[in-house]
């Protein structure tokens, strides 16, 4: 992270440009610095750390940020909601020498005995921070960043990557949105997030323009921010995406937002559409991956079909493709499973206080666990999880391609397929769904639906399940696992909208 810090404090050295509007207003860079030189102060001047950060959406994230990375360290960032459980786990695979937390934070998480050390100041205005003796950084191997990313094991993993991987994933970014230095962008998706790291605090860094965030998700208010400080960009997931729409449609938005990259859940081409007509912008649907960063987009110039239909185009230097169940590529316009090579792969995962390198094929590509399409105008499109099925009767069903149908009836917002046991075929086909306002759903009236665009009656749900809001995780994904936990409590319960026979 030397680098992108360094990038940063050349031009606040130069001038001394707004760097952060948040929830308590714009904050210049020059009170950046002194926070930062302040908090330097309380870890030790200039010693090389692994610090944990409590990451939130504020000028505190960055202020952390230039301290930890101005001196060689590395920043491990968790989210305020994290549980005192998921903290202790994720303390245990990064074990850093120095934590800074609000002093809610450290009793809840009992830091001072994970740590073994208690407050040894403050920093951020009124912050805690608590230090040992340094273990070295030389442990993550040229690492800058930990993030944490879930696992299918229910625990999460630190995800360790390098500062010269965020910086050529904001290059490609900023090269693609044509981003100008001192251009305005926004940071919605939690900063504690790989990905919105690198793509909030890593190109506010690269640019030297105003990073635009805030602490509560108010679609409405957020938007207005935004307008007010002229965002060109802004990346975010889908919901999101949807949510600002909706809040345009109502209050208005202004031109000034010219690309917004949306990622991380299932899309849908009409309602995506709707969305950046209401913003006045142009919606790139991307892939990417905490292990491997924001790895595909494709241009603002590109016809709607592509922009948003289909999931992009590899970064230049990085490479996608599918291969067969014997590790073999797949052709052109077959399914393969998922696998990407390129400069923004991760070093590995944090286990133990130590690098686990990442773990790649002997020609260096890391499998994603996505299935992937390769199309002929250099586009890819996700096919789904590997492990996104529902075996039916012994039959395969492709969880993304019902949602996707499911998703573009006009009365659904949004929709998540989920397998409900069943004694007799093992798996039956349940869905969750979130209507538009004042717009039900019945079974009957979407299987009618699916029918007309063509879905195999094999793959239609036999059970749908209306909901005002899909499960999500902390950075605003879907969380697959919730939403099977809810339809099976709904489904027991006997409140599904509708069941085929």
């Not at 390129?342 to 995962?349: A, E, I, M, T």
């Amino acid at each position: 992270m030397q680098q992108l810090v360094k990038q940063f404090l050349d031009r606040a050295a130069a001038a001394d440009h707004i760097a952060v509007i948040d929830d308590s207003g714009p904050h210049p860079a020059s009170e950046i610095v002194a926070a930062a030189d302040d908090l330097a102060a309380a870890l030790g001047d200039g010693v090389p750390r692994t610090v944990l950060v409590q990451a939130d959406n504020s000028w505190r994230t960055l202020a952390a940020t230039v301290a930890v990375g101005r001196a060689g360290g590395v920043i491990a960032v968790v989210n305020r909601h994290t549980t005192a459980a998921e903290l202790a786990d994720a303390f245990d695979d990064i074990r850093p020498d120095a934590v800074v937390v609000d002093p809610s934070a450290f009793e809840e998480w009992q830091l001072a005995t994970l740590l073994g050390a208690g407050p040894s100041g403050t920093a951020l205005d009124g912050w805690t921070v608590a230090t040992t003796d340094p273990a070295g950084v030389g442990r993550w191997s040229g690492g800058g960043l930990i993030g944490l990313t879930s696992g299918s094991t229910g625990r999460a993993k630190g995800v360790v990557q390098s500062g010269d991987a965020i910086a050529y994933a904001g290059a490609r970014t900023i090269e693609i949105n044509d981003l100008r230095p001192g251009d305005p962008i926004a940071a919605i998706v939690p900063l504690s997030s790989t990905a919105a790291f690198c793509f909030g605090i890593g190109v506010a860094l690269q640019l030297g323009g105003p990073l635009v965030t805030a602490s509560r998700w108010r679609p409405d208010a957020l938007l207005e921010r935004m307008g007010a400080a002229g965002v060109r960009w802004v990346m975010c997931v889908p919901t999101m995406a949807l949510q600002l729409g909706r809040a345009a449609e109502e209050h208005g938005a202004g031109d000034d937002l010219a690309s917004m990259t949306v990622g991380g859940g299932p899309m849908d081409l009409a309602a995506l559409q709707r969305a950046e007509t209401a913003l006045h912008t142009r919606i790139l649907r991307v892939f990417g991956m905490s292990e491997c960063l924001g790895h595909t987009s494709p241009l603002p110039t590109d016809p709607v079909e592509v922009r948003l239909g289909r999931d992009g185009r590899p970064f230049p230097g990085t490479e996608v493709r599918g291969v067969d169940t014997d590790g073999l590529p797949v052709p052109e316009g077959e399914v393969g499973r998922a696998q990407v090579r390129g400069p923004s792969l991760f070093l590995g995962y944090a286990r133990a206080g130590r690098l686990h390198p990442v773990e790649v094929t002997a020609d260096g590509w890391f499998p994603t666990g996505d299935l992937v399409r390769r199309n002929g105008d250099g586009t890819i499109s996700i096919m789904g999880r590997e492990k996104d099925v529902i075996i039916r009767g012994g039959r395969n069903i492709d969880v993304l391609e019902v949602e996707t149908a499911v998703a573009s009836h006009p009365g659904i917002e949004s929709a998540c397929v989920v397998p409900l046991p069943d004694p007799e075929l093992g798996e039956r086909i349940g869905v969750l769904v979130v209507t538009e306002p004042g717009h039900p759903v019945a079974l009957p009236d979407l299987l009618a639906h699916l029918g007309s665009v063509g879905l195999s009656k094999t793959k239609w749900p036999e059970y749908l399940f209306q909901v005002e809001a899909l499960p999500q995780t902390r950075v605003g994904k879907l969380s697959r696992p919730e939403a099977k936990d809810l339809a099976a409590r709904l489904h027991r319960a006997g409140t599904q909208i509708g069941a085929a026979s």
